[in-house]
Structure formats: C-alpha cells, structure tokens
C-alpha cells in the first residue's frame, strides 16, 4: 500500500495541501468554488502546523491496527483488508467523536460527522500532487498491513 509522507524540511508552509485536498473533496472540484460557493464549505483532510521557520502537514496513517476503527461505536470508522486505507461511512457515522478522541495523530476532523484522509482512493492524492515544494510524498510501504 501506498501511504503519504511529510519531508518537514522541505515545507514552507504554504499550505496548497490544505487547499487542494479541501478542493478534491469538493462537489465541485474547483478551487474558487469550493472556497466561496459550496455550502456546506468542503474540509481540508490534512493540516499544516507550524510555521515558515518549521513547519509540517499532518494527515492520517492508515494504522495496522487503528484505534479509531476500534473505538467507533456504529462501525462507520472501516479499513479495507485490501488496501489498508482507514475511512468513514457518512451514513454510518453519527458524529460522537470517540474516534478523534483516540486517533494517535490527531487528525481526524469533524463538522457533525467525522472526516479524514482517504488518500484520495488509492489515486495519488491531491496534496501530494500540488505540494510546490516536494514536500509531500506518496511511497509505497508494503501490503495493506502496513
């Protein structure tokens, strides 16, 4: 399976991740759209904390035994035996957040429902894609189990 990975010394904090992660989980998949005209506003699946000095994009890791799979209490939190990626059915989830609460990264979101990093569904993801800088990179880390 392929996961992303941030190379911290390479981000300048620009945040096109953010950006175009938030667009690729538009309806609309354009950029002004989704940032002025979509409602309810799509969500960014990925952060950038720090600063220009340090700074790194934080997404989910599709864990070998996620905590947020094991803690959702209506089963929306899944992982695909097949490609290891970790994801929500949004008709499923009913927004309790029990999942942010043990996500060891962080990196969950929620707006009423859950949201995370689906990797784009196994396409080479969006931040990755338009990360500037190259600080953002999509490497193949072995089998599903990964």
């Known amino acids: 399976m392929k996961k992303v990975f941030a190379k911290e010394n390479l981000c300048i904090n620009c ?8 667009t690729a989980h538009s309806k609309s998949k354009d950029v002004v759209t989704a940032y002025k005209a979509e409602n309810p506003a799509p969500v960014a699946r990925i952060s950038v904390y720090g600063d220009k000095a340090a700074s790194v994009a934080v997404n989910c890791r599709h864990c070998n035994d996620p905590a947020c799979v094991n803690a959702c209490i209506t089963g929306a939190m899944q992982k695909d035996k097949k490609t290891g990626i970790v994801s929500v059915d949004e008709n ?11 996500c060891p990264i962080g990196c ?5 429902i859950a949201m995370k990093c689906d990797l784009c569904k196994g396409d080479e993801p969006a ?6 800088n190259r600080a953002l990179v999509w490497l193949e880390v072995g089998g599903a189990e990964s």
């Open 15 to 22: 945040r096109l991740c953010e950006v175009y992660c938030k």
């Open 108 to 112: 969950i979101k929620t707006d009423k």
């Open 127 to 132: 931040c990755v894609k338009n990360c500037p």
């Open 92 to 102: 499923k989830c009913i927004g309790c957040m029990t999942c942010l609460a043990v």
